[in-house]
C-alpha cells in the first residue's frame, strides 16, 4: 500500500468556547474520496480550511506525504486545490481573465487548456462577458473550471456543488470519479447525496465531537 | 497510477509572470470600476480646498502654509484609498485563493501595493502642481513638492498596506486604518513637506529627498514582510 | 509541532498559563511592597528633601514624575513588542497576554508622562502645551500603543486579535527610532535650539538619586499592574480549564 498522502493526527479545535473536534485523525491515500459530514456549524468549513493551511487555529499534526505540513508549505500549497465557500470570482472580470490570473498563481494549472474548462463547464460563448452579468451559478462555475484545470492531486472542496443544477452536479461527480481513478484524493462536503459509483469514506464530525479531552 | 506532479514549463510563469500578471489584473479592476480611481483624487482636491476656506485665503499666508497642506491632503486621500487593497479579494474569495499559492506571497503583495500607488500617488504626484498652484505654492517650489511626493507616496502606500491588511478581516475597517498607521506616516510627512519648504527657500534638496528615499527602501524591504504576515493573520480566523 | 528546541526549559514552562498564574502569585507581594516602599519612599525624599533647582524653583521637582512615567512608557512598548514577537515566533498564550496586558499600562504612563510634561512647561513658558521633540515623541508613542489598543479590540478571535497586535506592535517599535529621529530633526528646524524641556545637566547626586528611586519605584510598580492584569487575563482565557475552576470554586 502506498504511503498515505495527507495523513492528520489528533487535531483538536475550538471554536467560540465549543470543542469542534478533538483526537481527529485519518489518512488519505491517493485515488480515495472522503466525505466530511456533519450538521450546519459542526465544523466542516472550519475542518477544511485547517486542511488548507488557511487556518492555524489548531493543535494537532498534519502530514503531507509522510513529511510536517509545515516544513513542506509550497509544495504542498502546488499540489493541493481548495476549493471554498465563496466562488474566488472577480466579478468585474471575465472568465477567461479569471481563469489566467489563476493559471499565473498556480503552476500546476494549464493555461492553454481554459477554453476547453470553460466548455466543459458549460460556459461556452460566456468567455468574455464580465462575470457580474452572470448568474451565481454560473460564477461558480467558472471557478470549478480549475478542477478541469489542475493537475493538482488533492482537492479540498467545500459545498462544490452549492447553486449548480443536477445536471451539473452529476457531470461534476464524474469529474471527482475520473480524478481518484487517476490516482489523486478529494476531501469535501457536501449537503447534496452523492451518487459517485464508488467507494466514498465518510467521517462523521457529529460522532466524533466531545471525544475525551 | 501516479499523477504527474511536476509543474508544466509552459503553466509556470514564475515569479516574474506572476508579478505582471497581478498588476495587469489590478489595472484591469481599476479601469474598469472607474470611481475607485477617481475618489481619491477628488478628496484631493477637497482637503486642500478646505483650508483657504476654513483658515484664510490669503495669499502670503496660504504660500507659507501650501507646503504641508499639500502633503497632509496627500497622505489622507491615500490613506482613504488604503481599505480598498485587499477588501474586494476578501470579500470575494480571491484573497484566500491568493494566500494558498506556492508563489510566495510578497509577489503579489508588491505587486498589488505598485499598482495602487501608480493609480492613487502617482496621480497624486501630478496632480499636485495644481494644489500648489490654488494654494500659491512659489513656483521654486513645485520641482521639490513633486519629487519628495514621487519618492514619499510609495512609502505611504507600503504602511497604509499593512494597516489595510491587517483590519481586512474587520467590517469597519475605514477609520482603523488611520488609527493605526497615521503615527507611522509622520516622519514621511515632516521630511517630505520639509523638502517643499526647503525648495521654496531656495535651500538644497538633497538631503531631504535622500532621507525619504532611505525611508522607502526600508518599506520596500519590510512592509511586503508585515503585509504578508498580517494577510495570513486576518484570514485565518 | 516538532520543533527544534534552542531556549533553555524556564521558557518552555513560561508557556504554560498556569505555571504563570502561580508564579506571579508568589512574586507579587514582594513587588508591591517594594512599589510601595520605594515609591512612597523616592516621593517623599524629592519632594520635601531633595534641593530646588536654582533656575525652574520648585515646578523642577515634576521631573521625578515627568521622568519614570517618559522612561516606563519606551520601555513598556518594548517590552509588549517583544512579547508580541514571542508569542508569534513560538506561538505561546502566555506571551499573548502579555502584550494586552502591558498595552494600557504603557498608554497611562504615555499620558502621565505628557500631563506632567504640560504641567512643567506652564509656570516655565506660560503655556500648557509647546510642540517640543520630546512632548511630541510621546504623543506618537501614546498613538502607537492606542493603535494597539484598538486593534487588539476589534478583532473577535483572541488568538488573531493577539497575532494582529503583535504585528502592528512590531511594525510601531521599527518606526520609533525613525519618529524620534524626524520629529527631534523637525523641531530644532522650528524652534532655537537653545531651550530643551528635559535637558538635564549633570546632576548633582542629591538630584538624580531620588530620580533613580523614583525610576525603579515606578518600574516596580509597572510590574505590579502587569502582573495584576496578567493574571485576570489568564483567569478569563482559561476559564474553561479544570485548573481554573478548581481555584473558582475554592473562593
Known amino acids: 500500500m502506498s504511503e498515505p498522502l495527507l495523513t492528520v493526527q489528533k487535531l483538536f479545535c475550538e471554536r467560540d468556547d465549543r470543542v469542534l473536534f478533538n483526537q481527529l485523525s485519518f489518512a488519505l491515500a491517493a485515488g480515495e474520496i472522503v466525505q466530511i459530514e456533519g450538521q450546519n456549524g459542526s465544523g466542516k468549513t472550519t475542518l477544511l480550511r485547517i486542511l488548507s493551511g488557511l487556518s492555524r487555529n489548531y493543535e494537532g499534526e498534519i502530514f503531507w506525504r509522510g513529511t510536517p505540513v509545515a516544513e513542506v508549505r509550497e509544495q504542498y500549497c ?10 474566488g470570482v472577480k466579478s468585474v472580470l471575465t472568465p477567461e481573465e479569471n481563469l489566467r490570473w489563476y493559471a499565473a498563481l498556480s503552476p500546476m494549472i494549464d493555461a492553454a487548456a481554459i477554453p476547453e474548462a470553460l466548455e ?94 | 497510477m501516479k499523477m504527474d506532479t511536476n ?6 510563469l514564475g515569479m516574474y509572470g506572476l508579478f505582471m500578471a497581478t498588476c495587469r489584473r489590478e489595472f484591469s479592476l481599476s479601469f474598469r470600476r472607474k470611481s475607485d480611481l477617481v475618489n481619491p483624487l477628488i478628496f484631493f482636491l477637497m482637503v486642500a480646498t478646505l483650508f483657504p476656506l476654513g483658515v484664510s485665503p490669503e495669499p502670503g499666508f496660504l504660500a507659507q502654509l501650501s507646503p504641508g497642506v499639500v502633503w497632509v491632503a ?27 499559492s506556492p508563489q510566495p506571497l510578497f509577489v503579489v503583495v508588491l505587486a498589488k501595493v505598485i499598482a495602487h500607488w501608480v493609480m492613487t500617488g502617482l496621480a497624486l504626484t501630478l496632480m499636485a502642481p495644481l494644489l500648489g498652484v490654488m494654494l500659491f505654492l512659489p513656483a521654486e517650489g513645485m520641482p521639490g513638492l ?34 493605526l498607521v497615521l503615527p507611522l506616516y509622520i516622519p514621511v510627512l515632516i521630511f517630505g513637506s520639509s523638502a517643499v519648504q526647503a525648495a521654496v527657500t531656495g535651500l538644497p534638496l538633497g538631503g531631504y529627498l535622500a532621507l525619504l528615499g532611505a525611508l522607502l527602501a526600508l518599506a520596500l524591504a519590510l512592509a511586503p514582510l508585515a503585509i504578508s504576515a498580517a494577510l495570513r493573520i486576518s484570514i485565518s480566523s | 509541532m516538532a520543533e527544534k528546541k534552542w531556549m533553555p526549559r524556564w521558557f518552555y514552562q513560561l508557556a504554560s498559563p498556569r505555571w504563570c498564574y502561580q508564579i506571579t502569585g508568589k512574586l507579587l507581594p514582594w513587588f508591591t511592597a517594594a512599589a510601595l516602599v520605594l515609591l512612597v519612599g523616592g516621593t517623599v525624599w524629592s519632594l520635601a528633601f531633595a534641593p530646588a533647582d536654582y533656575q525652574q524653583g520648585n515646578s523642577f521637582r515634576i521631573i521625578y514624575l515627568h521622568v519614570p512615567s517618559a522612561i516606563l512608557a519606551q520601555s513598556a512598548y518594548m517590552l509588549m513588542a517583544v512579547a508580541g514577537a514571542i508569542g508569534l515566533i513560538w506561538k505561546m498564550k502566555v506571551a499573548d497576554m502579555v502584550l494586552k496586558s502591558a498595552a494600557p499600562i504603557g498608554a497611562s504612563m504615555a499620558v502621565l508622562a505628557l500631563v506632567t ?71 530644532t528646524l522650528h524652534q532655537p535650539a537653545t531651550f530643551k524641556l528635559t535637558e538635564k545637566p549633570a546632576m548633582p547626586v542629591e538630584m538624580w538619586l531620588p530620580l533613580l528611586v523614583m525610576v525603579i519605584g515606578f518600574y516596580c510598580f509597572f510590574a505590579v499592574s502587569l502582573m495584576q492584569r496578567l493574571r485576570n487575563e489568564i483567569i478569563w482565557r482559561e476559564r474553561r480549564t479544570g485548573w481554573v475552576r478548581e481555584l473558582l470554586n475554592k473562593q
Open chain 1, 120 to 213: 466543459q463547464v458549460g460556459l461556452r460563448g460566456f468567455e468574455d462577458v464580465p462575470c457580474h452579468s452572470l448568474s451565481a451559478g454560473q460564477n461558480r462555475r467558472v471557478s470549478l473550471a480549475r478542477l478541469y484545470l489542475s493537475r493538482a492531486p488533492l482537492w479540498i472542496l467545500d459545498e462544490p456543488f452549492t447553486a449548480i443544477d443536477k445536471r451539473g452536479v452529476a457531470a461534476k461527480e464524474q469529474l471527482l470519479l475520473q480524478h481518484a481513478q487517476r490516482g489523486g484524493s478529494v476531501i469535501l462536503t457536501t449537503h447534496h447525496e452523492l451518487g459517485i459509483q464508488g467507494p466514498v469514506r465518510k467521517i462523521n464530525l457529529d460522532q466524533l465531537a466531545g471525544t475525551s479531552a
Open chain 2, 146 to 179: 513633486m519629487m519628495s511626493l514621487l519618492l514619499g507616496t510609495p512609502t505611504l502606500s507600503l504602511v497604509g498596506a499593512i494597516g489595510a491588511a491587517l483590519t481586512v478581516g474587520l467590517k469597519k475597517g475605514g477609520v482603523l486604518i488611520s488609527l
Open chain 1, 78 to 87: 502546488r499540489e493541493m486545490l481548495y476549493f471554498g465557500h465563496q466562488a
Open chain 2, 7 to 12: 509543474p508544466r514549463q509552459s503553466a509556470s
Open chain 2, 74 to 100: 496627500a497622505l489622507l486621500a491615500t490613506l482613504l484609498s488604503m481599505d480598498a487593497l485587499f477588501r474586494s479579494d476578501y470579500e470575494d474569495g480571491s484573497l484566500e485563493q491568493l494566500l494558498l
Open chain 3, 117 to 187: 510634561g504640560a504641567i512643567w512647561g506652564k509656570p516655565t513658558w506660560g503655556s500648557w502645551w509647546v510642540w517640543d521633540a520630546r512632548l511630541t515623541s510621546m504623543l506618537i508613542l501614546f498613538f502607537l500603543y492606542l493603535g494597539v489598543m484598538a486593534l487588539n479590540s476589534a478583532i473577535e478571535n483572541e488568538s488573531t486579535a493577539a497575532q494582529a497586535s503583535a504585528v502592528l506592535a512590531l511594525v510601531g517599535l521599527v518606526n520609533i527610532p525613525i519618529i524620534k529621529y524626524s520629529v527631534e530633526w523637525w523641531n
